[in-house]
């Protein structure tokens, strides 16, 4: 069962990723970018620089390594850097299904199992996760790998090994080592004991994070940072609409999604509690209650990963343990919920599955595969530098490296900018979006009087020199 669903699981991720799939986002680049880096030239590096840098490039840092790495082994053998992702997140996705039904169906019976990977399955988040190329479902497979292996061996290698491949495909996914190593500190035995496991449990980590310091260290990158910032509201909104679209996805109203979300989190923690009171002890391998354990502390330690770990693993386990127990009405009553979401959740990923095969998605839809702008940069633009306000966006209407504009219009950096455009014989670009990367564009443009060369629905060209455009609407 756990290899039928999980391969449903993988086909489904290569279905709905055909191309013009699968989509691509901001951060697409960097995976994509670093991979054909390291298969090309052996080093990490992603197509995008600061406007003021020598080279076009710069050293991947912002990013772990383990999803471009992951990527870069079909590329060697001759894959598209876009399709090789797509099927590493189709084997993740059959390694994450497969898992669950595995543990469920092995701790409470087939038929949870079997449940475990059809909520898994109608899930739209998790389908979203899978038809765009980010680093979540790659680590989505290797946290549930580090579950497995929580509950079911003996040696805290290898759930340490497992967390700190994790924790190299999302620096949040570190989190998980942390679980690992009171895991292992928690288990039974002498303080020698426990501090040893502990110990071998953390190593793997260690190492791996300490290599990827060093070689950023080394090479100038600049690996993200973390810590408290302001606009805390905003953060616990955008949890809040996270908690919503995994609990109640098939809710459209934002009210009554919140309501439908706590409702269903006051009931997965009192059937968590009972479950969890009624189950053998931990130390037992592979047991209800050594499961329940394990998924709850590695979601203490990643919050980010709560609902996944609580409700694909721990509730399908709970409510299995529960069932026996419960009166005729319970059950019915129980069952027709399940329905009623599994219906929902399934109605919401066809539509949002049709709506991204439906000319592509992000920047593999149809409006920036055939981009105008696009088209002007490869053809008249094909030898100038490009600078431009969203990194992301040139490089996969061009496929060559960007460089940024600079933070702020101060008179010194605008003189500056200026004398590297000329120098680089280079365009400035301008993508209407929200979110920019440095100053506004347009008042570069104005402050160093530069020339419109063309201008698109999508964006704008300006350059020292005006040309002749192509294709693009005369220049003022």
Not at 47 to 74: C, K, M, N, Q, Y
Not at 172 to 185: K, N, R
Not at 265 to 292: D, Y
Request: hydrophobic share 55%; charged share 15%; aromatic share 10%.
């Amino acid at each position: 069962m756990a290899v039928l669903l999980g391969s449903v699981a993988c086909y489904g991720v290569l279905a709905i990723t055909e191309p013009p799939g699968p989509g691509l986002d901001p951060d697409s680049m960097s995976y994509l970018g670093a991979a054909e880096s390291l298969v090309r030239h052996g080093t990490l590096r992603i197509p995008s620089a600061r406007w003021s840098d020598a080279d076009s490039t710069e050293a991947l840092g912002h990013f772990p390594p383990g999803f471009p790495l992951a990527i870069a082994v079909p590329v060697a053998l001759g894959a598209v850097p876009a399709q090789a992702a797509r099927g590493v997140e189709a084997v993740a996705a059959f390694a994450t299904v497969a898992l669950a039904v595995w543990l469920v169906g092995a701790a409470a019976g087939s038929g949870a199992g079997l449940l475990a990977g059809v909520v898994l399955l109608v899930t739209p988040s998790f389908a979203f996760d899978h038809w765009q190329v980010i680093s979540e479902p790659l680590c989505l497979a290797l946290l549930m790998a580090t579950l497995a292996l929580m509950t079911w061996s003996k040696r805290p290698w290898t759930y340490g090994l497992a967390a700190a491949a994790a924790g190299m495909v999302r620096y949040a996914a570190f989190a998980s080592t942390g679980a690992v190593i009171l895991w292992a500190f928690g288990l039974k035995g002498s303080w020698r004991e426990r501090l040893r496991r502990a110990a071998i449990a953390a190593a793997p980590s260690v190492i791996f994070q300490g290599l990827w310091v060093l070689r950023a260290v080394l090479e100038s990158a600049e690996v993200r940072s973390f810590g408290l910032r302001g606009g805390l509201g905003a953060a616990f909104g955008e949890l809040a609409g996270t908690v919503g679209s995994w609990l109640a996805p098939a809710v459209s109203a934002p009210w009554l999604r919140g309501a439908a979300a706590v409702a269903v989190a006051a009931l997965a923690g009192v059937v968590l509690a009972r479950a969890a009171r009624r189950s053998p002890a931990v130390e037992a391998a592979g047991s209800p209650r050594r499961l329940l354990a394990a998924t709850g502390l590695l979601a203490g330690c990643y919050a980010a990963f709560v609902l996944f770990s609580r409700l694909f693993v721990d509730e399908v386990l709970a409510f299995a343990e529960e069932w026996h127990d419960w009166s005729g009405r319970v059950r019915a009553a129980a069952a027709v919920a399940w329905l009623v979401w599994l219906a929902g959740s399934a109605a919401t990923t066809v539509r949002d599955v049709a709506d991204a095969l439906d000319g592509g998605w992000g920047y593999a839809s149809d409006e920036w595969r055939g981009s105008p702008l696009g088209a002007w940069l490869r053809t008249a633009g094909r030898d100038a530098a490009v600078f431009s306000n969203n990194t992301a966006t040139a490089w996969f209407v061009t496929h060559r490296p960007t460089r940024t504009v600079p933070e702020s219009l101060d008179a010194e950096s605008v003189a500056a900018f200026g004398r590297v455009l000329s120098e680089r014989r280079g365009v400035l670009v301008r993508f209407p979006f929200d979110l920019e990367e440095g100053a506004p564009p347009d008042s570069l443009a104005n402050r160093l009087g530069l020339s419109e060369m063309a201008r698109f629905p999508e964006g704008v060209v300006w350059s020292r020199a005006p040309a002749a455009p192509a294709g693009g609407a005369p220049g003022r």
